[in-house]
């Protein structure tokens, strides 16, 4: 099995820098320090926005008044997709228990945390998708308490769409915060909400190291880096759709990689021509975010069968998997790094970005090794509990007393002594 690269990024990936993290410790310390005023502050500063922080039950209202009908539909539409997706997770998660020995039973069940906090990105676009897949899926696993934020635009506030998505899928508070000092209002408990047990949802630079430093004192979906996505395609796959989809997770940002594995060289030179002119094509903005992505991280691999470019994913363990080639049911099977996997043609990364059901908040940077994507499974602890009568006890606290004094560990083994008097 050999691999050839035929393009290879010229650039890595961005991570935090040290400048970059103690400005971010900077920021969280001050408005732990002052609270709800210097919150406020650092949204007149950053955000441009003068005006509540809170959002109202009407300008809620409001913002639903303005959207289309059609528009509104289509958010119905995911959100329901989405909802059942997380519904049929859920039933997959039931509690257990067995009998250890005779008179002594261990349990398992599973509890939602109290409070969520939902950071929804703004800026460049507005991810209404981020709303449903937060929000839709904490309310599923039975969280009692959600706060979802996102950046206001000066004068006009978080988005009509984005406000709707929210109330739709179930936020309880909605505040006017974008970046630290939203995902710092959530952690805090400020603007009388209570502390969120876990902070989820993607976010720019300072969002993510927000919550890679706040991780301990709260919980957190991930560390999130820069979005990509990898191709794979053998000789059944078709240049222009791969290019498409290449090109497509690209305008993400300038720092987004994708790649491509394939065992077929006439594809792969293919794709190296069509992409950067379907770049061309795209409006401003996005090309001037893909055209940075394909030229500095982009990189096509030539595979020497499908076992290397099954390899070559393992390897790469992408955020999103695209599998365009033949016997579906084999790399199903084979494949083992990824956080979401999309397989055939008929189905696209931006499918299951906006609307098919399964989440779109998913590990980056290789870790798609070690965890999967959000679930209903994040806002729940598994916990164990364990019970025992004084007859069916003995045993076990003779063993314990044992092993204690192996280790050294006399008040463990007196605790034990007792149980196996009684």
């Not at 876990?198 to 720019?204: A, M, Q, S, T, Y």
């Not at 395609?233 to 994708?258: C, M, R």
Request: aromatic share 6%.
């Amino acid at each position: 099995m050999t691999i050839e690269y035929l393009k290879k990024a010229t650039a890595p990936a961005e991570t935090a820098e040290r400048d970059l993290r103690d400005t971010v410790q900077a920021l969280l310390d001050e408005i732990e320090r002052g609270g709800d005023q210097v919150a406020c502050a650092f949204a007149r500063k950053f955000d441009r926005w003068e005006g509540d922080i809170l959002v109202s039950g009407e300008t809620i209202a409001a913002a639903e008044a303005q959207l289309p009908e059609d528009l509104k539909a289509d958010i119905r539409f995911a959100h329901d997709n989405i909802r059942r997706f997380a519904e049929a997770q859920k039933a997959t998660v039931a509690p257990c228990q067995i009998e250890v020995v005779p008179g002594v039973l261990a349990g398992q069940k599973h509890i939602p945390v109290s409070t969520a906090g939902c950071y929804v990105p703004g800026g460049r676009y507005s991810h209404v998708a981020s709303a449903i897949m937060t929000i839709t899926t904490a309310r599923v696993a039975g969280v009692e308490r959600i706060v979802a934020c996102s950046p206001p635009q000066p004068g006009v506030g978080i988005p009509p769409a984005i406000l709707y998505t929210m109330k739709l899928c179930g936020a309880d508070t909605i505040l006017n915060l974008g970046g630290v000092q939203g995902v710092a209002a959530m952690a805090f408990g400020l603007f009388g909400q209570p502390e969120a047990d876990i902070l989820v949802g993607p976010g720019n630079q300072y969002v993510a190291e927000a919550k890679r430093l706040l991780f301990g004192r709260v919980g957190i979906d991930m560390v999130a880096g820069p979005t990509n996505s990898m191709v794979l395609a053998d000789e059944t796959a078709d240049a222009e759709t791969v290019a498409w989809d290449l090109v497509s997770q690209a305008e993400h940002g300038a720092n987004s990689p994708v790649w491509l594995a394939t065992t077929d060289r006439d594809l792969a030179e293919a794709v190296l021509q069509r992409a950067p002119e379907l770049i061309r094509a795209l409006p401003e903005l996005n090309a001037a975010n893909a055209e940075a992505a394909w030229r500095d991280h982009a990189e096509v691999l030539l595979c020497s069968d499908r076992e290397a470019m099954a390899q070559a994913a393992d390897r790469y363990a992408p955020e999103h998997l695209h599998v365009q080639a033949a016997d579906l049911d084999w790399w199903l099977d084979r494949l083992r790094a990824y956080g979401s996997l999309f397989l055939g043609a008929e189905t696209t990364v931006s499918m299951g970005d906006k609307c098919t059901g399964p989440n779109h908040v998913l590990p980056t940077s290789r870790a798609a090794r070690y965890t999967g994507g959000l679930s209903v499974h994040k806002f729940m602890k598994t916990v164990t509990w364990q019970r025992g009568t004084a007859e069916g006890i003995r045993e076990i606290a003779a063993t314990t007393a044992r092993i204690s004094r192996l280790e050294g560990m006399e008040g463990h083994a007196r605790a034990a002594d007792l149980r196996c008097a009684s």
